[in-house]
């Protein structure tokens, strides 16, 4: 075979067949990665903040046709870095499809554009293509364990500005974890007020903006960091009207200012800061803001003196191929599910506990995406009850697991006032714990849980992920469960009264549960092999 040349040559011909292979390998590329870039517009469907997600492609397509002439012009000679990259990407795909952590997947098609670029039209047509493949990071959502920690910490942030600017005003108010107390009335904030779903899309804009700036670099870095305080900022300011104006005209106010302050109107006040910014700088340089923001012009240079060999791009088109055929056969790989007593079995009588079992509303339950659970309320003869919820999925490859409280305990109206990693230790059990006070209405909760995975009681999400990626590299396994004791701290009790009450059932049901969570050491002549759920 013909090796194909890619070079530039006076006909201009080459460029057409640099831009004929670039788009079948970025087909292939599409195809190969499509479980990870569904999942990807699936978060962009169901979350508000990653909306913009969809627009992000459509802006990097512009990027690319307002560099068409550039892209022509600095076509160079393949390189073989190009197919170098493309290995480093699939490997992290790989990765990604075997812990079910789909950012992974997702990072490494923006590397393997990067080394499409590269066995093309080597270092000269990757400057022309670097910023709109950059771009597309954007539309790359946090994973949920670490946009759970994000959101809880700017709820607080968004808490305290909120308090502070209401205090401006005169107005007598107190904070209590992300509950503001004006007294005769309590503003939540919860997890929809954190500010997110304005922060990731102006930080989008931001970067943008920054490029469009024809400024100094560190005033386009200003331009895209100051995204993040002026997203803050009114975020707090946003909740802190709504406070004063619960003050002047009653809690009637609060659902419509709410309404009225978020979405749109905040984002575009947002994007007005930016704009703002971007001309006060342009001003400090002497230029008006139609000299300074504007597409710029890429410069036009040589091209490469090398070799314009093909088979840096002919290699590429193989290895997406092979990674394609390659991951069907890891995606639909059976994996092994340890033989476990179901939850059915679970008795309703622990010690002097007594149970009384409960089901999840079929649609929360459709939601989760569960294989078991349980869920039970103990008590013993003093009436003080302590619900019981676990959680079991028998795999977790394609990405659907223990949702995490942090997420799904404000969604249901409950409030997280105190949040804190601790330690269970007795005599016989001491592993670590998520420990949280709740609060909706008059009702307070004390909350633990943690994560049993194949053995391992862990609290940090972190280490769970990591556990998850090293079991199924090494055994083949991703099971795992959420273990969550509630109970209620009732009229006349301590939070020490509702922990004594906990650590008591704790040190009662963890041994019980063992039939019902596979170990670190199950033998894999008790497992089973299973195929990976769809969907």
């Known amino acids: 075979m013909t090796a194909l040349a890619l070079g530039k040559d006076s006909s201009g011909g080459n460029g057409f067949r640099a831009g004929l292979v ?34 992000i492609p459509v802006v990097a397509l512009w990027l690319l046709w307002s560099r068409r002439d550039a892209l022509r012009a600095n076509l160079g000679a393949p390189s073989w870095t190009g197919p170098a990259v493309i290995l480093a990407a699939l490997a992290v795909h790989f990765v990604g499809e075997i812990s079910a952590i789909f950012a992974f997947s997702q990072l490494s098609f923006i590397l393997v554009l990067v080394g499409i670029a590269l066995s093309v039209g080597g270092l000269g047509l990757l400057r022309v293509v670097l910023i709109p493949i950059v771009f597309l990071l954007f539309a790359i959502p946090l994973p949920y364990f670490i946009e759970s920690q994000l959101t809880l910490q700017l709820q607080m942030i968004s808490s305290q500005l909120g308090v502070w600017f209401i205090s401006l005003f005169g107005i007598p108010v107190y904070l209590e974890g992300n509950i503001i107390d004006l007294g005769y009335y309590k503003l939540a904030v919860v997890e929809a007020c954190s500010g997110l779903r304005y922060l990731y899309p102006l930080f989008s804009l931001g970067f943008l903006a920054a490029y469009l700036f024809q400024a100094p670099l560190w005033q386009r870095a200003i331009v895209l960091l100051s995204t993040i305080p002026i997203t803050i900022t009114m975020n707090g300011f946003r909740i802190g009207m709504v406070g004063v104006l619960v003050d002047r005209w009653g809690s009637r106010m609060a659902e419509g200012a709410l309404h009225f302050f978020e979405g749109w109107i905040i984002f575009i006040a947002c994007a007005g800061f930016l704009a703002i910014e971007i001309l006060v700088l342009a001003r400090l340089s002497g230029r008006t803001f139609a000299d300074a923001f504007h597409v710029p012009k890429i410069p036009t240079r040589s091209p490469s003196s090398g070799s314009n060999d093909g088979r ?44 009384r079992a409960t089901l999840l509303d079929p649609e929360v339950e459709r939601g989760l995406q569960l294989d078991d659970y349980v869920m039970t309320d103990f008590a013993k003869g003093d009436g003080r009850r302590v619900n019981l919820y676990v959680a079991y999925y028998g795999s977790q490859r394609k990405g659907v697991s223990p949702h995490s409280p942090i997420v799904c305990i404000p969604g249901g109206g409950w409030l997280i006032t ?12 001491a ?3 998520n420990r949280a006070i709740i609060e909706r209405d008059a009702t307070r909760e004390l909350m633990y849980y943690w994560y049993d995975e194949r053995g391992r009681k862990i609290a940090s999400e972190w280490w769970a ?53 596979p170990s670190d050491t199950t033998v894999t002549s008790n497992s089973t092999l299973v195929s990976p759920r769809k969907g």
Request: glycine fraction near 6%.
């Open 418 to 429: 105190n949040l804190q990693r601790t330690t269970y230790d007795d005599a016989a059990l």
């Open 22 to 55: 670039s788009f079948a390998a970025v087909a292939i590329g599409v195809a190969a990665f499509a479980g990870a870039l569904y999942e990807l517009t699936l978060r962009w469907q169901r979350q508000e903040e990653y909306s913009h997600g969809f627009l």
């Open 431 to 433: 592993f670590p714990i």
């Open 312 to 355: 840096p791009a002919w290699t590429t088109l193989a290895l997406l191929c092979f990674a394609g055929v390659s991951l069907l056969f890891i995606s639909s790989r059976s994996e092994a599910v340890p033989e476990r007593t179901r939850f059915a079995e679970f008795p309703t009588r622990i010690g002097q506990w007594q149970g």
């Open 465 to 517: 992920k990591w556990y998850l990626f090293a079991d199924a590299v090494t055994k083949n396994r991703t099971d795992g469960a959420l273990v969550r004791l509630t109970t209620r701290i009732l009229p006349g009790e301590t939070e020490r009264d509702a922990d004594r009450r906990l650590r008591a059932f704790v040190q009662d049901v963890v041994p019980s549960l063992a039939r019902y969570l």
